[in-house]
């Protein structure tokens, strides 16, 4: 990175976004340092409407927007059952703001 004039412990533009770098090591050149955190998802709460095959369910946000989620690992391990009509937690990548990760279940 050093050779597109960025230095280690300074930030990567990625887009809009300034991601902190890993300083370099020794062991780690600094060409190869990559960024400390990851893109932020977004969270927003919506209402299931419909559930479809293979833990999928087409979920109605507050905007009446529907997108398409699935629910995250945790509530697959802990056997968490989701209906139509319950309103659900999700989180959503920046860049498909058609698909979501249902994170948890509300009251």
């Not at 340092?33 to 946000?61: Q, S």
């Not at 398409?68 to 990548?93: F, N, P, Q």
């Amino acid at each position: 990175m050093a050779e597109f004039g960025f230095k280690p412990g300074s930030a990567f533009l990625f887009g809009d976004i300034a991601l902190p770098v890993r300083p370099a090591s020794p062991a780690i050149p600094a060409k190869y340092a990559k960024p400390l955190m990851k893109e932020e998802h977004i969270e927003v709460e919506g209402r299931v409407t419909t559930v479809l095959p293979g833990t999928m369910f087409r979920v109605e946000l507050t905007n009446k927007h529907l997108v398409l989620a699935t629910i995250c690992g945790k509530m697959r391990k802990r056997w968490v059952r989701l209906t139509v009509g319950d309103r659900v937690k999700m989180e959503m990548s920046p860049y498909d703001l058609n698909k979501a990760r249902i994170t948890w279940r509300l009251k």
